[in-house]
């Protein structure tokens, strides 16, 4: 069955309700057990002889066997599986009309169901029907990026990236142990309780003297082990090993990790330098504090002069962010450019790192003007990537919605033009596609043709095709008295069907201005590989 046949059959399937629970849906993956499907019919039957309502009882039963009637029809399941639908459904209480759908669907089924309730279950046929647009997803923040593809419902994960760009929250890991003193003015306090703005006691290099300057910012790193140095003024100072303290090598002043200081360095203090006489790591399992001080970018610790890292560590940050976005840009491009039906690139995050991305040329030039949006979301991983999903139906949609009014629009500028490439109206378009004239076609999605014979009391017969919307009565030619309807079948499909062989077709809706517009003048129009004169 063909997915535009499918969908107008899901269509009158949904229309279905049973008086009672007695509608049957039975979905058979490819290459399943027949024999075993039909002895579960049988105990299903057996279940049935339960049910109180003698009515619902019946209908249940006389379902059942004609499935297990139907099933002796199939040697084997065809390649895509088989699907079954079958019940009741006389709309009077009390009338039997016991109906039978059977079809392989378009696509491989995978999943074995039955199901018996007041409403046929069509949930995995929709999912066929639906749109397979590809869309690209990446969500992404600073420690890790995902890609992944949307291809109608099915969220595929393609690549998980993780970055090498340091926390935030640790800067460099350059921090001081909590219970270091720090000089405010008029004040000493502990470095746990400095607040933002206040102003701490700080060096300048080029002014050669001591100075205050405003703290900016405040940082936290939980520390393990730390260095705990000795001065021989009896003062100490323990912080994490990264951060650098200025030491003079007789020379020259240096910023050294504390790591890397050796008994006997001399150490820039507030009152002049002084020798190290002890260092050993030891274990401090606590949350450790730096200060930004944005002017001088030093201050003095329990007495020692030590360096803040903001700078450098900002510097190192933003080139380890450039390196990875390149790395997810370059990916990406590699993964979207391989995707034929990719309609567009959604880009999710729960930070500002996704502006970056899509602002700056880390994807292919091609990809980039694919981007249809951005989306705050609060997770990275599968979870971002579902969450991302769900906030990105708008856009979705409007992809869809834009591809209509794009046809339509040019379908109306044609009709104002008095383009002669264009036709509309069922009869100018069958001919055109008698001739096999058609480059695409626009159809109403809800439209339904029909074909129909008549006969005359006179011996005349005629057939004609029409819209199923027009009601009229059809008039003998011989006569001139009214024909009798003889037969009637729906040929929407074999129509679509045929069109598809040489051209395209685009379904309208009634959901834009647009399509209102176009359904107001016609339900099915075409535009021309040539124009007739």
């Given at each position: 069955m063909e997915k535009v046949e499918l969908e107008k059959l899901i269509k009158e399937l949904e229309k279905i309700r049973g008086r009672?629970?007695?509608?049957?849906?039975?979905?058979?993956?490819?290459?399943?057990?027949?024999?075993?499907?039909?002895?579960?019919?049988?105990?299903?039957?057996?279940?049935?002889?339960?049910?109180?309502?003698?009515?619902?009882?019946?209908?249940?039963?006389?379902?059942?066997?004609?499935?297990?009637?139907?099933?002796?029809?199939?040697?084997?399941?065809?390649?895509?599986?088989?699907?079954?639908?079958?019940?009741?459904?006389?709309?009077?209480?009390?009338?039997?009309?016991?109906k039978l759908w059977s079809f392989e669907p378009p696509e491989p089924l995978r999943v074995k169901k039955y199901w018996c309730d007041q409403v046929f279950v069509l949930d995995f046929l929709k999912e066929m029907v639906e749109t397979k647009e590809v869309f690209g997803l990446i969500v992404l923040d600073a420690r890790e990026a995902n890609i992944g593809l949307l291809r109608g419902k099915e969220l595929s994960i393609i690549k998980t990236i993780e970055s090498n760009v340091p926390s935030k929250s640790v800067k460099g890991g350059m921090c001081l142990h909590p219970s270091t003193f720090i000089y405010k003015k008029n004040d000493l306090v502990e470095i746990k309780d400095i607040d933002l703005e206040d102003e701490i006691l700080s060096f300048s290099f080029n002014e050669r003297k001591k100075t205050y300057g405003n703290v900016k910012n405040i940082f936290?790193?939980?520390?393990?082990?730390?260095?705990?140095?000795?001065?021989?003024?009896?003062?100490?100072?323990?912080?994490?090993?990264?951060?650098?303290?200025?030491?003079?090598?007789?020379?020259?002043?240096?910023?050294?990790?504390?790591?890397?200081?050796?008994?006997?360095?001399?150490?820039?203090?507030?009152?002049?330098?002084?020798?190290?006489?002890?260092?050993?790591?030891?274990?401090?399992?606590?949350?450790?504090?730096?200060?930004?001080?944005?002017?001088y970018h030093k201050y003095f610790a329990n007495d020692v002069l030590v360096h803040n890292s903001q700078m450098r560590y900002d510097r190192i940050r933003e080139q380890a962010i450039i390196e990875f976005l390149t790395k997810v840009g370059e990916t990406a491009t590699q993964i979207f450019l391989d995707q034929k039906n990719l309609k567009g690139i959604i880009i999710g995050g729960p930070g500002y790192v996704k502006e970056d991305f899509a602002k700056e040329d880390y994807l292919h030039y091609q990809l980039k003007q694919k981007i249809l949006g951005l989306k705050h979301i609060s997770y990275t991983g599968e979870m971002g990537l579902k969450e991302l999903?769900?906030?990105?139906?708008?856009?979705?949609?409007?992809?869809?919605?834009?591809?209509?009014?794009?046809?339509?629009?040019?379908?109306?500028?044609?009709?104002?033009?008095?383009n002669k490439n264009v036709?509309?109206?069922?009869?100018?378009?069958?001919?055109?596609?008698?001739?096999?004239?058609?480059?695409?076609?626009?159809?109403?999605?809800?439209?339904?043709?029909?074909?129909?014979?008549?006969?005359?009391?006179?011996?005349?017969?005629?057939?004609?095709?029409?819209?199923?919307?027009?009601?009229?009565?059809?008039?003998?030619?011989?006569?001139?008295?009214?024909?009798?309807?003889?037969?009637?079948?729906?040929?929407?499909?074999?129509?679509i069907s045929s069109v598809k062989e040489f051209g395209e077709v685009f379904f309208i809706s009634r959901e834009t201005e647009e399509g209102i517009q176009f359904t107001n003048i016609t339900k099915i129009a075409a535009f021309l590989k040539f124009s007739i004169q």
């Open positions: 009672h629970t007695e509608l049957i849906s039975l979905y058979i993956p490819a290459g399943a057990n027949l024999h075993e499907i039909s002895n579960q019919l049988v105990q299903e039957k057996g279940t049935a002889e339960n049910i109180k309502s003698k009515a619902t009882r019946r209908n249940v039963i006389t379902a059942l066997e004609k499935i297990i009637q139907h099933l002796k029809l199939f040697k084997q399941t065809p390649p895509n599986g088989l699907v079954v639908f079958c019940g009741n459904i006389s709309p009077v209480e009390g009338k039997e009309d016991i936290k790193k939980f520390v393990e082990y730390g260095i705990k140095l000795t001065l021989d003024n009896k003062k100490e100072i323990i912080a994490s090993k990264e951060h650098r303290i200025f030491v003079f090598d007789g020379k020259k002043i240096k910023e050294v990790e504390c790591e890397k200081i050796n008994i006997g360095n001399l150490i820039i203090c507030k009152d002049g330098l002084h020798s190290v006489i002890n260092k050993k790591v030891i274990y401090v399992n606590d949350w450790f504090y730096d200060l930004y001080i944005p002017k999903v769900e906030k990105a139906k708008d856009l979705i949609k409007e992809t869809e919605i834009a591809k209509e009014k794009e046809i339509i629009s040019k379908f109306l500028l044609a009709l104002k033009e008095e036709v509309y109206n069922l009869e100018n378009v069958l001919k055109a596609i008698e001739s096999k004239n058609i480059d695409k076609l626009l159809i109403y999605e809800d439209l339904k043709i029909l074909k129909e014979n008549y006969s005359c009391s006179c011996g005349y017969e005629k057939t004609i095709i029409r819209e199923s919307t027009k009601i009229f009565q059809v008039i003998c030619d011989k006569c001139g008295n009214k024909m009798n309807l003889k037969k009637q079948e729906e040929i929407t499909n074999d129509i």
